[in-house]
T-cell receptor
Framework: AQSVTQPDIHITVSEGASLELRCNYSYGATPYLFWYVQSPGQGLQLLLKYFSGDTLVQGIKGFEAEFKRSQSSFNLRKPSVHWSDAAEYFCAVGPPTNDYKLSFGAGTTVTVRA | DSGVTQTPKHLITATGQRVTLRCSPRSGDLSVYWYQQSLDQGLQFLIHYYNGEERAKGNILERFSAQQFPDLHSELNLSSLELGDSALYFC????????????FGPGTRLTVL
């Protein structure tokens, strides 16, 4: 069975500082990998996804993620955080099949301090 | 705005009751997915419909059922409600399936008293 672990429940970062959110997955093969962001009272928005190819993936809002097969990880990074990045971030995996369902991690809440 | 609409935004009901949540996918999307987000279980996949047919089931209780209609909107029916069913229910849609980006609606917050 597939599973996703986000080890950090809550991260506080200063505005302008860099941010890295960790994600580890368990799956028999290389799954599809995603990062979503959820702002308070909002639905989820896709930041980026990895299916295959280049292991460094660029997303929206200045985010990037790196897939490391040897570590079963897909960590999300942003070089310089803005106050508007305060939100909850979810890593998700999905099997590379047509019957497609996402398994989400527990989420990491990011607080940005001025 | 993702283009996915969900109604109602909030729903308060009593234990034992039945409710229906509605989702309209983005124009042109054939797939609809339902997710439940609760404090103790996190975000869990419930069910996936593609062009009117059920394609995949996740952790969906037998008291819950869903369908996708010919106009592609979907309804999630929750019956014999329990306190533990209180959660945020999201609908998402995608063009087809198999890895397409899923666009999430704003959710329906269900409170069971």
């Amino acid at each position: 069975a597939q599973s996703v672990t986000q080890p950090d429940i809550h991260i506080t970062v200063s505005e302008g500082a860099s941010l890295e959110l960790r994600c580890n997955y368990s799956y028999g093969a290389t799954p599809y990998l995603f990062w979503y962001v959820q702002s308070p009272g909002q639905g989820l928005q896709l930041l980026l996804k990895y299916f295959s190819g280049d292991t460094l993936v660029q997303g929206i809002k200045g985010f990037e993620a790196e897939f490391k097969r040897s570590q079963s990880s897909f960590n999300l990074r942003k070089p310089s955080v803005h106050w508007s990045d305060a939100a909850e971030y979810f890593c998700a995996v999905g099997p590379p099949t047509n019957d497609y369902k996402l398994s989400f991690g527990a989420g990491t809440t990011v607080t940005v301090r001025a | 705005d993702s283009g996915v609409t969900q109604t109602p935004k909030h729903l308060i009901t009593a234990t034992g009751q039945r409710v229906t949540l509605r989702c309209s996918p983005r124009s042109g999307d054939l797939s609809v997915y339902w997710y439940q987000q609760s404090l103790d279980q996190g975000l869990q996949f419930l069910i996936h419909y593609y062009n009117g047919e059920e394609r995949a089931k996740g952790n969906i209780l037998e008291r819950f059922s869903a369908q996708q209609f010919p106009d592609l909107h979907s309804e999630l029916n929750l019956s014999s409600l329990e306190l533990g069913d209180s959660a945020l229910y999201f609908c998402a849609s995608s063009v087809a399936s198999g890895g397409d980006e899923q666009f999430f609606g704003p959710g329906t917050r269900l409170t069971v008293l």
